[in-house]
């Protein structure tokens, strides 16, 4: 069964950094591109970005671009999301999914995780 | 302001039959394929529609996808009361190079 866990969100001040864990099991990790999208409180489902499988292809929303940074480490089937100079317009619920394949453009993201609070607030 | 724009509610009897659209152009919707996913009231989103009008297995065939030149819509038959969900459209951008959701729409059964 393909799980994913999502960790290390947390409340921070803006302008501050929150680097965002997901871990993967049940499936070969490396084969899978993955993708980080969020959801702030009360409002609909935004994606973020998107990683390939062997990492070598990466994207991102053009409201996260030059500060997020979406990376992978297929040895340890862990995917990440570091975040820097974050905004109150950054508060959001983050999900971590699967795409079907390894590029990551089929359209095909499921399944997610549970999603990992970020809350950007002074 | 989403890419995609879909109508912020719906609403139907048990029963009935339900379709919720999904606005694009042709940067998104009008030149890749459109995909839908159901978000249960307090869970993670979940794949619904891929490919314009298939099924991931599990998925009962009272949803239905369709697509028809920057736009698609999911229609929904024998509306159960366990459809009430937001549900959202998605299309790959190829101006924006990235992955793009509609606003959503709140499907409330009577």
């Known amino acids: 069964e393909v799980q994913l866990v999502e960790s290390g969100g947390g409340v921070v001040q803006p302008g501050g950094s929150l680097r965002l864990s997901c871990a993967a099991s049940g499936f070969k990790f490396d084969e899978y591109a993955m993708h980080w999208a969020r959801q702030a409180?009360?409002?609909?489902?935004?994606?973020?970005?998107?990683?390939?499988?062997?990492?070598?292809?990466?994207y991102?929303?053009?409201?996260?671009?030059?500060?997020?940074?979406?990376?992978?480490?297929?040895?340890?089937?862990?995917?990440?999301?570091?975040?820097?100079?974050?905004?109150?317009?950054?508060?959001?619920?983050?999900?971590?999914?699967?795409d079907l394949s390894s590029n990551g453009l089929t359209g095909w993201i499921?399944?997610?995780?549970?999603?990992?609070?970020?809350?950007?607030?002074s | 302001q989403s890419v995609l724009t879909q109508p912020p509610?719906?609403?139907g009897t048990p029963g009935q039959r339900v379709t919720i659209s999904c606005s694009g152009s042709s940067s998104n919707i009008g030149?890749?394929?459109?995909?839908?996913?159901?978000?249960?009231p307090g869970?993670?989103?979940?794949l619904l529609i891929?490919?314009?009008?298939?099924?991931?297995?599990?998925?009962?065939?009272?949803?239905?996808?369709?697509?028809?030149g920057t736009s698609a819509s999911l229609a929904i038959s024998g509306l159960q009361s366990e459809d009430e969900a937001d549900y959202y459209c998605a299309a790959w951008d190829d101006s924006l190079n990235g992955w793009v959701f509609g606003g959503g729409t709140k499907?409330?059964?009577l």
Request: aromatic letters at 10%.
């Open chain 1, 41 to 58: 409180p009360g409002k609909g489902l935004e994606w973020v970005s998107l990683i390939s499988g062997d990492g070598g292809s990466t």
């Open chain 1, 60 to 98: 991102y929303v053009d409201s996260v671009k030059g500060r997020f940074t979406i990376s992978r480490d297929n040895s340890k089937n862990s995917l990440y999301l570091q975040m820097n100079s974050l905004r109150t317009e950054d508060t959001a619920l983050y999900y971590c999914a699967k």
């Open chain 1, 110 to 121: 499921d399944p997610w995780g549970q999603g990992t609070l970020v809350t950007v607030s």
């Open chain 2, 9 to 11: 509610s719906a609403s």
């Open chain 2, 31 to 40: 030149s890749n394929t459109a995909n839908w996913y159901q978000q249960l």
């Open chain 2, 43 to 46: 869970t993670a989103p979940k």
């Open chain 2, 50 to 68: 891929y490919s314009n009008n298939q099924r991931p297995s599990g998925v009962p065939d009272r949803f239905s996808g369709s697509k028809s």
């Open chain 2, 107 to 109: 499907l409330t059964v």
